[in-house]
């Protein structure tokens, strides 16, 4: 039979502008925290991480915040451009066997 | 020029055989993984191994099985098992020890016949 396929949320925005990507993590136990992209057929590229111990870490054009309290990271990028646009993933990990456990992704389509 | 590596890129599955996926990474990496993904969703661990000649189920082995003979390289078998093999397939490793940044390799992607 047909393969249908979830759909992902999508995110749309204009060349040039932010974006903010949010992810809810399940685990009030995970300590760490990754942001992966992952182009059509390639594999994920890891992006940045943070760990709870911070609630905010910056890379190049890529902020990261979490809220422990309600559970939530979210992604920023600065002036977005089109080779962003890809499937982002968060990813969260606890306990002593160190294993990831990764979001349904999110979609961001940049326009021109 | 270091990496991981998957091969082959596609791989076509007749009813009722086994298929092994390659996956090497010249990282000097203690860990590495193994991952499913299907259309439109997130990733699931299949095995995992910390180690050379030791591996961990993860979430979702029934009908896979790994070996970890040596530290560069850990093969994939997907069995005759799995009923539901068509999937694209990734393969990760990470330093180890409190280092737990997972990196990728580019995918395999298996479809049956």
């Not at chain 2, 990474?25 to 590495?32: I, V």
């Not at chain 2, 737990?100 to 298996?110: A, I, K, M, S, V």
Request: include cysteine; charged fraction near 20%; glycine fraction near 10%.
């Amino acid at each position: 039979g047909e393969n249908v396929g979830l759909h992902l949320p999508t995110l749309s925005v204009q060349e040039g502008d932010n974006s903010i990507i949010n992810c809810a993590y399940s685990n009030s136990a995970s300590d760490y925290f990754i942001w992966y992209k992952q182009e059509s057929g390639k594999g994920p590229q890891f992006i940045i991480d943070i760990r709870s111990n911070m609630d905010k870490r910056q890379g190049q054009r890529v902020t990261v915040l979490l809220n422990k309290t309600v559970k939530h990271l979210s992604l920023q990028i600065a002036a977005t451009q089109p080779g962003d646009s890809a499937v982002y993933f968060c990813a969260e990990m606890s306990g002593s066997a160190r294993q990831l456990t990764f979001g349904s992704g999110t979609q961001l389509t940049v326009l021109p | 020029d270091g990496g991981i590596t998957q091969s082959p890129k596609y791989l076509f599955r007749k009813e009722g055989q086994n298929v092994t996926l390659s996956c090497e990474q010249n990282l000097n990496h203690d860990a590495m993984y193994w991952y499913r993904q299907d259309p439109g969703q997130g990733l699931r661990l299949i095995y995992y191994s910390q180690i050379v000649n030791d591996f961990q189920k993860g979430d979702i082995a029934e009908g896979y099985s790994v070996s970890r003979e040596k530290k560069e390289s850990f093969p994939l078998t997907v069995t005759s098992a799995q009923k539901n093999p068509t999937a694209f397939y990734l393969c990760a490793s990470s330093i180890g020890g409190n280092q737990e940044t997972q990196y990728f390799g580019p995918g395999t992607r298996l479809l049956v016949l």
